[in-house]
């Protein structure tokens, strides 16, 4: 009964070593495992040429992320907006719109002190832009230190001074301004 099991395991070995492949370049030593070869077709018979191989598609593993999270945001499910951004934070650090949307989701559920740290970091990637100055505007209005509100609204405005949303900021603080509640 093991002489059988034996002869068997030989011949599967046998089959196994015939079926190695080398994917290794013979030039470079680098293994390439999406690349098609020069010569190739597709299934249809077309020639690889001009088709985007894995390696060159524009595609980042936060992009999902952020378009869910900005779903959320204008839902205005504020939590899970910040979670889904924070998520893309961590997949792509150097996204500034990504720190930008989580400043705001937290700015929206008064965590001030977590949308100090994104702005920080969306200033650092982003610089000196209008939706930055804007955002930050906001987030002071929402805090009640109008004056800062203003200086930064002011900044968004003459960077842009054409943009809607700045000149609807600068308006929503004015009427704050008269509307004081005590």
């Given at each position: 009964?093991?002489?059988?099991?034996a002869?068997?395991?030989?011949?599967?070995?046998?089959a196994?070593a015939?079926?190695?492949?080398?994917?290794?370049?013979?030039?470079?030593?680098?293994?390439?495992?999406?690349?098609?070869?020069?010569?190739?077709?597709?299934?249809?018979?077309?020639?690889?040429?001009?088709?985007?191989t894995v390696?060159?598609?524009?595609?980042?593993?936060?992009?999902?992320?952020?378009?869910?999270?900005?779903?959320?945001?204008?839902?205005?499910?504020?939590?899970?907006?910040?979670?889904?951004?924070?998520?893309?934070?961590?997949l792509?650090?150097?996204?500034?719109?990504?720190?930008?949307?989580?400043?705001?989701s937290?700015?929206r559920?008064h965590?001030?002190?977590?949308?100090?740290?994104?702005?920080?970091?969306?200033f650092k990637?982003m610089?000196?832009?209008?939706?930055?100055?804007?955002?930050?505007?906001?987030?002071y209005?929402?805090?009640?230190?109008?004056?800062?509100?203003?200086?930064?609204?002011?900044?968004?405005?003459?960077l842009?001074?054409?943009?809607?949303?700045?000149?609807?900021?600068?308006?929503?603080l004015?009427?704050?301004?008269?509307?004081i509640?005590?």
């Open positions: 009964m093991k002489r059988p099991l002869a068997a395991a030989s011949l599967l070995m046998i196994l015939g079926c190695q492949t080398n994917a290794v370049d013979a030039n470079d030593g680098v293994v390439r495992t999406n690349e098609p070869s020069k010569g190739d077709v597709t299934s249809f018979g077309d020639a690889f040429d001009g088709l985007k390696s060159n598609v524009e595609y980042y593993a936060s992009d999902q992320a952020v378009a869910e999270a900005k779903n959320q945001f204008r839902a205005e499910n504020y939590g899970n907006s910040g979670a889904l951004f924070f998520k893309a934070t961590q792509a650090p150097n996204d500034g719109g990504a720190w930008m949307g989580l400043a705001a937290c700015d559920i965590r001030f002190d977590l949308a100090d740290r994104a702005y920080g970091r969306a990637l610089g000196a832009s209008p939706e930055y100055y804007n955002n930050v505007g906001y987030s209005l929402l805090r009640g230190k109008l004056q800062d509100a203003r200086s930064n609204f002011l900044k968004a405005y003459e842009a001074p054409n943009d809607p949303t700045v000149a609807n900021n600068l308006k929503l004015s009427s704050s301004v008269q509307n509640e005590r």
